[in-house]
């Protein structure tokens, strides 16, 4: 299928057809292959949708300049307006920058929230601001100016070709992006999937996070939604999380897990177990508060 722009975007769908969907979107660097675990354990009982944002995984590398919070939202809206059946809504899920697509969405497409979506788990993601707010090579707060700086320089560097293995990028993973709990082959296959993101997408995309210096709006996300956030986590750390969740019209819960930035592969169950709970027929929408677990 092809978004807004005539990328084409590509898109799996598992699971039986008369089940309810259950839509994957997932974060920079990787592809849908990140959200295995959850697509082996819900498609028996669900219809579970996954694709690969535009320059990542099998989805078409898009020029440069066409890699932006907009197109990020167009292409998720694309994904759903084809997958998504005209009277069931669908949960979504997104990971990191997959949870700015879908806040990005929201934002963007606010008449077609209702339709589209019946619940949001939003995981181990940010509203934005994030140079500010990493938790790794920080260095004094009085800095900050210089570090910004620093990154928007060498952003553009994200896009130069890097080797499929790389034995020093898989340490630096290990370190930032999961827990130091992890077991090691979650960290091998991070590292396997970063390797087969393609140099464009990497740098359109790394470059857009690293110049993402405001917030968009999670109160525009006005259904009921889980917000999972890893305690360990450096990219995306918890009080972005609580930030989100303090803003969301209708909270069902912010669980607190185990985790680094990668819940989906440390914390596969709970994940899991959670977008099944959301895809559970309520019959009629929820607003309580913050829970931990």
Not at 226 to 237: E, M, S, Y
Not at 258 to 274: F, K, M, Q, R, Y
């Amino acid at each position: 299928m092809r978004s807004a722009d005539g990328t084409r975007l590509h898109v799996e769908i598992h699971g039986r057809a008369d089940a309810p969907t259950i839509v994957l979107t997932h974060g920079v660097l990787c592809s849908l292959g990140f959200w295995r675990r959850q697509i082996t354990d819900l498609r028996a009982g669900h219809r579970v949708v996954a694709f690969d944002h535009r320059g990542h995984g099998r989805s078409e590398v898009a020029r440069r300049g066409r890699y932006t919070v907009e197109h990020l939202a167009d292409d998720l809206h694309a994904v759903l307006a084809e997958t998504v059946p005209a009277g069931r809504p669908a949960v979504l899920a997104g990971h990191s920058m997959g949870g700015i697509a879908i806040l990005a969405w929201a934002n963007r497409y606010p008449g077609d929230i209702a339709a589209r979506a019946r619940a949001v788990a939003l995981v181990n993601t940010t509203p934005g601001e994030i140079l500010d707010n990493v938790r790794f090579l920080r260095g004094p707060e009085r800095l900050l100016g210089a570090r910004r700086r620093v990154a928007r320089t060498v952003a553009p560097l994200a896009g130069i070709p890097l080797p499929r293995r790389m034995p020093v990028r898989r340490r630096l993973l290990a370190h930032i992006a999961v827990g130091a709990t992890a077991a090691p082959r979650i960290g091998h296959e991070l590292d396997r999937i970063i390797g087969a993101t393609s140099a464009r997408g990497r740098g359109g995309y790394g470059a857009m996070l690293v110049n993402l210096v405001t917030a968009l709006d999670p109160a525009a996300l006005t259904v009921p939604t889980v917000v999972l956030a890893g305690r360990k986590d450096k990219i995306a750390p918890l009080a972005r999380s609580q930030l989100i969740a303090a803003a969301l019209p209708q909270l069902i819960a912010l669980h607190e897990l185990d985790s680094g930035h990668c819940a989906p592969l440390e914390c596969a169950d709970e994940v899991t177990a959670a977008l099944r709970e959301l895809s559970r027929d309520r019959g009629e929408s929820i607003s309580s508060p913050v829970e931990t677990a």
